[in-house]
């Protein structure tokens, strides 16, 4: 059973940076996609970044693409979400996903994650 641990996030000011993380167990995750996607109360849970772990090509939501990061460390088993330049737009909680893709295909859609964290809170002050 593949288990997925976000830590990372909490308060920091307009501007700043947060490195968010995702402890993945439970699987070799050569031929996963992880993602991240976050969400604030009322609205959709959002795509924002993923990796393909078999490369580490990144993709990126618009709204974030030149301002967060997304790596992985083969060796730790880590999803690492680089958060710079941040917004209170940016404030969500942050959740982790991983996608067991047979061709690498990356996705932005929730429904193809097949496992998920139970999320990390960001909050950007204005």
């Known amino acids: 059973q593949v288990h997925l641990v976000e830590s990372g996030g909490g308060l920091v000011q307009n501007g700043g940076s947060l490195r968010l993380s995702c402890a993945a167990s439970?699987?070799?995750?050569?031929?996963?996609?992880m993602g991240w996607f976050r969400q604030t109360q009322g609205k959709e849970r959002e795509f924002v970044a993923a990796i393909r772990w078999s490369d580490g090509r990144g993709y990126y939501a618009d709204s974030v693409k030149g301002r967060f990061t997304i790596s992985r460390d083969n060796a730790k088993n880590l999803v690492y979400l680089q958060m710079n330049s941040l917004k209170p737009e940016d404030t969500a909680v942050y959740y982790c996903?991983?996608?067991?893709?047979?061709?690498?295909?990356?996705?932005?859609?929730?429904?193809?994650?097949?496992?998920w964290g139970q999320g990390t809170q960001v909050t950007v002050s204005s």
């Open positions: 439970g699987r070799t995750f050569s031929n996963y996609v």
């Open positions: 996903a991983a996608d067991e893709t047979q061709f690498g295909i990356v996705t932005t859609a929730l429904d193809q994650y097949d496992y």
